[in-house]
């Protein structure tokens, strides 16, 4: 069900990227910047046309821990241990995991295990989505004969989609930022294992993440700790 409805919403992204093409082909040559892209002098055409050595197009995508955590959510919840029926997942979500019957449900989700918090099984969840999404994305043939690759990096758009966007299988409520880029949930490692994080992460097949992505934490040092032992803290993380 998530890859078909991916690659009919996807597959839309395409085509809106193919027609904006033509639109930049005809108003929007860019002249001086072919100028200076390696090909498009020895080819005779420019950077809109096909004319530079390469021409790839990028997918730039959000929200991928949540989407990891939901399917794995439902994976294990509703197909495995079948504790809920998926029905009731829809209503809990609809209700935003308000009702007390829905909180439960809610703590259960989030108990995890969540991607970023070393575990097994999400990572392997991710693998298949990132997987799934380049094979879908690298099929694709732009207009510039090239093809498109996958990214993983906000923008700040999380935040913005987040706030229109209803509750999802994840645990996140409504209208609540969706994780940047390929960012882990706070809540899916102890504030101070933030290598669980860095760990899943690393663990995902890079070939599928070739447009780049984007890991976003923030650290908070003990003042008392003074300044050289977080400076030893930051070592260590590297």
Same mark, same amino acid.
């Given at each position: 069900?998530?890859k078909?409805?991916f ?6 992204v ?8 033509k ?6 040559p ?9 090909g498009?002098?020895?080819?005779g ?10 021409n790839?197009?990028g ?19 509703v #197909?495995?241990e ?5 029905t ?8 935003? #995991?308000?009702?007390?019957?829905y909180?439960?449900?809610w ?8 991607f ?9 969840m ?12 690298h ?6 004969g090239?093809?498109?690759t ?14 229109v ?6 645990g996140?409520l409504?209208?609540q930022?969706?994780?940047?880029g390929?960012?882990?949930?706070p ?7 933030i290598?669980a ?6 663990r995902?097949?890079s070939?599928t993440l070739?447009n780049?992505?984007?890991f976003?934490?923030?650290l908070n #040092? ?7 032992e ?7 993380l590297?």
């Amino acid at each position: 069900a998530f890859k078909i409805q991916f690659e009919f919403i996807a597959g839309q992204v395409v085509l809106g990227s193919k027609q904006l093409l033509k639109i930049q082909q005809q108003l929007m040559p860019a002249p001086i910047y072919s100028a200076l892209l390696e090909g498009c002098i020895e080819n005779g055409k420019g950077m809109t046309e096909g004319g530079a050595k390469y021409n790839t197009s990028g997918a730039s995508m959000i929200a991928l821990a949540d989407v990891i955590d939901s399917l794995t959510a439902i994976k294990r919840l509703v #197909f495995e241990e079948k504790s809920y029926p998926f029905t009731f997942l829809r209503l809990a979500m609809e209700n935003n #995991f308000q009702e007390p019957e829905y909180k439960k449900l809610w703590h259960e989700i989030r108990i995890g295990p969540l991607f970023g918090s070393g575990e097994a099984e999400p990572v392997e969840m991710a693998n298949k989505i990132t997987k799934t999404v380049a094979e879908f994305f690298h099929s694709q043939k732009n207009d510039r004969g090239g093809y498109y690759t996958t990214g993983f990096r906000s923008n700040a758009n999380h935040v913005v989609y987040g706030r229109v966007a209803g509750a999802t299988p994840s645990g996140r409520l409504a209208n609540q930022p969706f994780t940047p880029g390929l960012t882990p949930d706070p809540e899916a490692s102890p504030p101070d294992d933030i290598m669980a994080n860095m760990c899943d992460i690393a663990r995902l097949d890079s070939k599928t993440l070739d447009n780049c992505y984007s890991f976003n934490v923030r650290l908070n #040092f003990k003042l008392e700790g003074g300044f050289q032992e977080n400076v030893n803290n930051m070592f260590d993380l590297v």
